[in-house]
């Protein structure tokens, strides 16, 4: 019962460097998102998608890239990496409700420390 | 369109002593609102949500929280604080078609 899995936990890059952080979930949820948290800003959403091939801009898009080839996995890219981008990453997944389409709780990970010097 | 305030950004109670997280919200249709807790270095765990079935929610860990709709508030509450309860708490908003909106979270300290 894993729920929602990211990788890495932790990782140091240097500016202008790319990387990738995995996010797959195993409870078949339609919808998954990015968040990144920075002290006392709470969450803000950076991609979001509704399923396999759908994805969109969230709140803080930029400098930011997102797949979704299958319903478990939703990769966020981070192409030239700025010293803005040190946060904490984290991916979080859900159900489409029937009082909403973001009407049921998010499941999520315990996220990606990042940081870039 | 919808908003979260928490108020406090730290929160200090003594062990046994009542808590209580306050969160008001801003939504021009009837919300869906939540309480996750975040504990060091993991991620956001569901604590309670509010449907409307019922003005007063139960959740985990003895947690409860009251909708008010007059006032706008989905306040969080514990009659008697543990250890373990120190931790982030994040009260967050949706009308149900919009994407969720996280306050900007409380730091709960526990005194012994």
């Known amino acids: 019962n894993a729920g929602v899995t990211q990788t890495p936990k932790f990782r140091i890059l240097k500016i202008g460097q790319s990387m990738t952080l995995q996010c797959t979930q195993d409870m078949n949820h339609n919808y998954m998102y990015w968040y990144r948290q920075d002290p006392g800003m709470g969450l803000k959403l950076i991609y979001y998608s509704v399923g396999a091939g759908i994805t969109d801009k969230g709140e803080v898009p930029n400098g930011y890239n997102v797949s979704r080839s299958t319903t478990e996995d939703f990769p966020l890219r981070l192409e030239l990496a700025a010293p803005s981008q040190t946060s904490v990453y984290f991916c979080?997944?859900?159900?489409?409700?029937?009082?909403?389409?973001?009407?049921?709780?998010?499941?999520f990970g315990d996220g990606t420390r990042l940081s870039i010097l | 369109a919808q908003s979260v305030t928490q108020l406090g950004s730290h929160v200090s109670v003594s062990e046994g002593a009542l808590v209580l997280l306050r969160c008001n919200y801003s939504?021009?249709?009837?919300?869906?609102l939540f309480w996750y807790v975040q504990y060091p270095n993991q991620g956001l765990q569901l604590l309670l949500k509010?449907?409307?079935?019922?003005?007063l929610v139960k959740g985990i860990n003895g947690f409860e929280a009251e909708f008010k709709k007059s006032e706008t508030s989905f306040h969080l509450t514990k009659p008697s604080a543990h250890m373990s309860d120190a931790a982030e708490y994040f009260c967050?908003?949706?009308?149900?078609?919009?994407?969720?909106?996280f306050g900007t979270g409380t730091r709960l300290t526990i005194i012994p």
């Open positions: 939504s021009s249709v009837p919300p869906y």
């Open positions: 979080a997944s859900s159900y489409s409700g029937t009082g909403g389409a973001y009407s049921q709780p998010q499941h």
């Open positions: 967050a908003v949706t009308s149900g078609n919009e994407k969720l909106t």
């Open positions: 509010y449907t409307s079935a019922a003005t």
